[in-house]
């Protein structure tokens, strides 16, 4: 077996969730172990970088609760503590070093990769102390993206093929996740959540057997446990069907993990840390899922686009023409609805949105509109099925839906709305479109 194993925030957010991860990755004879920060480091490095950017200093009651929390957790983990105080303590050092000499985006990576590495760290010294062979691997040496910014997966196998050349099989290789080198040889990483999407990653490089993600929860729900009580696990869910849900925000998945499984079938487990025999769910190409309503989505920060033109009436190539504006501005779109004289489309980074619309505006009126919210409903959604769009309209019938999406896919149907009611809306599609005979 040849398993890639990944462990988020709160799986290895303390020295005793760090052994429960020990154990796991022995009893599951993992290749390798990929690992997010500690609960809490990341969020407090951004925060720390965010203080910086504004010229506010380092701040220094985030940094000291980080390094408490760290060593803490050394502390109580380590008979031998004194190589991982030393690494703590040089760590914390260089993020003073590095807020001291500010320089930019180039120092906020620096600053927020360190999280990945010193957690990792601590962790190989723990899985060397059980007596087991371990290897600490640093990824930035292996995962590092191309200049359009996608990771250079043929760099990321060779590399990876000469870490493990000469071991056997009983040898674990500890590593981080979210955090790789770009182009110019910079600290750089994947996005936040993006040890997710590493652990895939690293399992198509490796031909894993299996990707494992666990994390704080048995497997993904059918709805968003953070703001719907009573949602349940889904045991068994296709590569298409779980994309789509980690795409429109089912935050359990980093959006990109499930594309580098699919390409090579790799089975996707997701297992819950703190209750490890727990079934979770299991992602594969065949779901033989036929429950009609498998599970729902938000993605919030949505923008809607919309532009109003005569010269649409009748005319071809004025889409082409709209979708080349996205496209000079690397936006990708969501959703989109067309009427006569009217074009409606969603874009979640608005980073270019005020240039798309002058741009746009040669076309026609052009408006925008942020904080929205797309709601995903995923199932057996196919056309032959009556009543579905009006079912899912129904069961929110006092919310107002400002764009439908359906048709494009026999398994999802996504609404626009105003993120004031997305919660509403999730707990109101909860209600009336699964009932407990949906459980497994
Ligand atoms: P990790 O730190 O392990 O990567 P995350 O916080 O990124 O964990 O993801 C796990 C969380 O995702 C859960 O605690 C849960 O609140 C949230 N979540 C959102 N939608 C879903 C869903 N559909 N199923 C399961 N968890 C979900
Ligand atoms: N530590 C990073 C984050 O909090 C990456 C991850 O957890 O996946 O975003
Ligand atoms: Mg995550």
Redesign the pocket.
Known sequence: MNKVLKF????VGSAENMKKVASIIFEQGARFTVL?AMSGTTDALVAINNALAEGKGLLADKIEMLEEKYNNCINSLLDDKSEALERAEKCFALIRDLAASYSGVSTQKAIVAQGELLTSAIFSMYVRQCGKQVVLVDITEAMRTTESGKVDTAHLAEALKKVTAGYGDDVFFVTQGFICRDHNGELSNLGR?G??YSAALIGAATGASEVQIW???DG??N????YVEGTYPIRRMSFTDAAE?AYFG???LHPSTIQPCKELDIPVKLKNTLEPHAEGTTITSHSDDSRKYL?V?AKDNITVVRICSANMLMAYGFLRRVFEVFEKYRTPIDMITTSQVAVSLTIDDDTHVKSIIEELSSFGNVSYQSGNSIICVVGDLAAEHPGLVSDILGSIDNIPVKMVSYGASNRSVALLIDSEYKIDALRSLNAKLFTTADKQ
């Open positions: 988020g925030g709160t799986s997010s959540g040890s997710d994390t704080d929860i993904m729900h709805n968003d446990p953070r849900l089912a935050k359990i599970a989505a």
